[in-house]
């Protein structure tokens, strides 16, 4: 958390020591839009090791030039004016070349709306036209389109995302230039596009951007999530995040290797997507086996894929209503099986496990200690 009263003190101190320092771009620009600020930025003349002397510091990025401020709590990214990229084709640089100004520091980020500046004194500096777009809600790159895709095709899926967040539009010049450099993603390490990605569809305009991602054919570039976005143009709610992978991925038949998800992630999806294929219902050994969480996102992609009802509350009433919901829950331990039985555990004893949680979830056997026992005595041969 960051505020821009914090900011301009952080600015006045770089300032007293006779630094040039601003408050620049994303914080600016939701500033002038009065939406809640996410993080801040400072940008200065000062250099990360001038800057730890005056706050106290973290070395965020130090080979980039960025250090965290911590100020009354709160923490401030600043950063010395560079003249490159955040990355070029798609890397990281190996180091950042610092610039001399603060026009130079702008003119090298990626979209106008994002290239403002704002002084201690509320005053906002524009040397890329960015208060004009801010005003006609327009996305568009500072300088070149092409050149700066070339330089950086992740700022394609930054300018979706924008879309998403800010429901602007994007301008044309800057669109066409979207769709010629569409190929060059795949130069960009796939874990920063599903991070543009993932902050797309968290936005109140996800169908503007995926509108945008269609016309200019990036959904063609974006392994497994083609069906998936075009699907999604032709429902009246959108997806949030995880109901649209398992949505694309059920489509596409598999989640792609080439998407760093975590296992977890992974796991689900591929579940979701199975069970979806599988089951219009789900009874009560598939809600006790997959979780309540699997069934619901898999009846999410069925019902919009027209293939279900929405079962949301019946589903969560059914698992509530399990007789158990883990073998935890039996009334018997294994180890009272195998006292009882008198036999050394083994595969049997888990298959036996495995018939009891069935009897019980389909309620032919009560979960009581002698129901059970008396079950074990008579399926368990010498
Ligand atoms: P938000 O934080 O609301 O998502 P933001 O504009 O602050 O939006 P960040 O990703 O936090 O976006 O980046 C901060 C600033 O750094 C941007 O406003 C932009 O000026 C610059 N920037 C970020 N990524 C790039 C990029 N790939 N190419 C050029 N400039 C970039
Ligand atoms: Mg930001």
Sequence with gaps: ?????????????????????????????DHILRIPLTDIDITTNAKPHE???????????????TVTVFMNEETYEVTTFRVDGEYQDGRHPDNVTFA???EEDVKRRDFTINGLLMNEKNEIIDYVGGKND?????????????????EDALRIMRAFYFQSKLGFQ???????????????????????????IIKMLQGTHVKRAIQSIVTTKVHE????????????LKLDEMPYVDA??????????????????????KHRYEVASMLAKKHQDFDPYTLYTYGIDLCLLANRVNF???????????????????????????????????????????????????????????????NEKSALEAYVLEHVKE
């Design 170 to 196: 994007i301008d044309a010049a800057t669109r066409d230039a979207i769709y010629e450099s569409r190929l060059r993603l795949k130069e960009v390490a796939m874990e920063r596009i599903l991070n543009e």
């Design 304 to 366: 919009m894929l027209g293939k279900s009802k929405n079962l949301k509350t019946k589903i969560e009433l059914d698992y509530e209503n399990l007789p158990i919901q883990s073998d935890l829950d039996l009334k018997l331990r294994a180890t009272e099986i195998m006292k009882l039985t008198n036999k050394k555990a083994g595969s049997w004893l888990k298959n036996l496990q495995t018939e009891m949680v069935i009897e019980v979830l389909n309620r032919r056997l009560k």
């Design 244 to 265: 649209f992978f398992a949505l694309s991925f059920t489509l596409h038949g598999s989640v792609p290797t080439e998407w760093p998800f975590s296992n977890k992630h």
């Design 51 to 65: 800057v730890s002397k005056i706050f106290r510091t973290k070395p965020t990025g130090l080979k980039y030039g």
């Design 1 to 29: 958390m960051s505020t821009i009263k914090g900011a301009k003190w952080v600015i006045n101190d770089l300032k007293k020591k006779g630094f040039e320092a601003y408050i620049v771009g994303g914080a600016v620009r």
């Design 100 to 102: 001399e100004t603060a």
């Design 221 to 232: 570039v974006l392994p497994g999530l083609e069906k998936g976005f075009l699907y999604t």
């Design 134 to 150: 801010i005003h006609a809600k327009i996305i568009r790159t500072i300088g070149n389109p092409l050149d700066r895709f070339n």
